[in-house]
């Protein structure tokens, strides 16, 4: 056989092993009369591995039936329209993939023999099972969906052939870290929790299977946790006011010209716990934190940085990351009267961190693909620039839901309604307003004498947004008109969310706040909150991993392209400088020049016919 290199050199699969299925195999199996499913599914399952082969580009002959290596290839934190119509389309397919994939290798038989077994796990199950369905009450008062937890620690348990009485805190370990995914990991940490608090259940079938003495089993922290001794806490705290706070104003009789304190702090005690991990020095007893910035300790801080991004280790981080701690630590040390030259001299000569230089000035490349996917297909930037629109229609699905049910149940409508709405809102101002910082956006207020958002009076009023210097990057003042007459309707959907979704908030009628927090009175919706209801509602919608912040590169991306050169425009948006504007969407700008100078070339060619 002739070696074709457009073949064989594909990046991400290998070739078959010997004993390894490939998708050809997962095909045949389909078809053969061992397999346990319909006709119906079959043809499902068999289109489906055709189309994942067809869009991996190679035959199925030479694709390893690997759902792990599937799942890489076709992330479900990605969605490309080639994958489905829609992104649950697209999941869907991904499900039947790997279920047909998951029932040719045995991996799905071999999962309900494990369920099947008749052991002590199966007898704990059906005892806390008959326990939790009891009506009277019990000192272990449990809803049955509680012990799902249990059986996927069991199938982990049986891979290992651990029995329920041989867990103690070491075998607890073993089958945390035997545990395949971050869920079956925490369903280990939730059953054995649950495993300890049936103790007190006084039935002799219990005391049979239990282990002899309590697991007490606790989640191991992923990083190796260093606590800096208090007295050194506060002299950097004092540290950090001095490099922040700015200059002292005799007529203001005030500091002005400050910066927040947060990425001194927190590169600074990255370098402490790191040092600490290193072996470079001992946190207890040390006198002064000017001893932990020495060339010898900042030398084996970054090797160390290096060797648990390399490996992957606990505490890792990226080269874009550790360049901005030690960029950091210049300000921070001069401006204590402290020497920076060992830092500036790290910064320009070690690689690694030069990677992360380049990194900070560059888009990564998923969003670099993700921006130019808004700027060539018009279909994608339309339903970037409307995600608004999708948003508020899953909320009043939601809250035609709740009307329709009661309880509980209509309480989690609600509580969806209220997700999906608030986040149409913060999608409209991106939009229709400006795209601004989330940080920024959550502090907006639109009561009182100094409100920043007005939404007008009358329904062909425009609306109005004004960001105070201080949270600005450029510590310039933005204004901006939301349009009554936008074709995006941003103002629409803001408007509707006062009405509708607003009043959903315990204390909407007093908070200014137009993104009101959800339990503390008076207060913001704190960002933790809202990027964990955005990353859920933004996949919904067929979205998946967009952060909020894209919607300022991608914003900037079509700007640029449709106003190549117009620098200020872009500036003007988005409230950075030029020079940042240029670091992060001058590609844009050179690939258009590439394709005019394409044009050029054959400019006086006829036409085709």
Known sequence: MTFNPFEDSFHGLGDKAAGEKNLQDVLEWLERDECPLGETARRTYAQAVRKAARLIGRVPDRIPACTEQFQSIFPNRDYDRSWGKTFCAAKRWKRNVSAAINGATGIIAAQKERRARRDDWASLLAVLGEIAEKGFPSPFERHPKRLICIQSCADTARKLEVRVSDIDPDVALCLYRAAPTPAAKDAVVEALDLIDQSRVITDRRLQRILPTQPIGFVRPERAEKVAIPEPLMQELETWVDLASRGLWSITDNAFVGGVSPKPYLNAAKKILTTAERAGALQLVGLNTIASAFDERVLVAVVQMLRDLHKNDGPGAITPRTAWGYFDCLIPLL????????????????????????????????????????????MNARIRFLSLHIQLRKKAILHLEAAQMTTGREAERHLEKARRFGTCAAFAALETDAIPARVSSVLMTTFRGSAAWLCLGHRKADDGRIMMPPAFVKNRKPLFATISATSRLRGLETLRWYEKVIRPLFGDH???????????????????ATFKSWWSDCAAECGFPGLNPHMFRHGQASIIVAENPGNWSLVTARLGDTEAVCRDNYAWIDHEKLVLAGQQELTKEFPSAA
């Open 334 to 377: 001069e401006r204590n009267g402290e020497d920076a030259s060992s830092v500036r001299t790290i910064l320009k000569t070690d690689s690694w961190l030069k990677i992360g230089r380049r990194n900070r000035t560059e888009m990564s490349p998923r969003l670099r693909s993700f921006c130019r996917k808004v700027v060539t297909d």
């Open 509 to 527: 009628k007093d908070n200014v706040h137009f993104f009101p927090a959800v339990q503390k009175q008076g207060r913001p919706l704190p960002y």
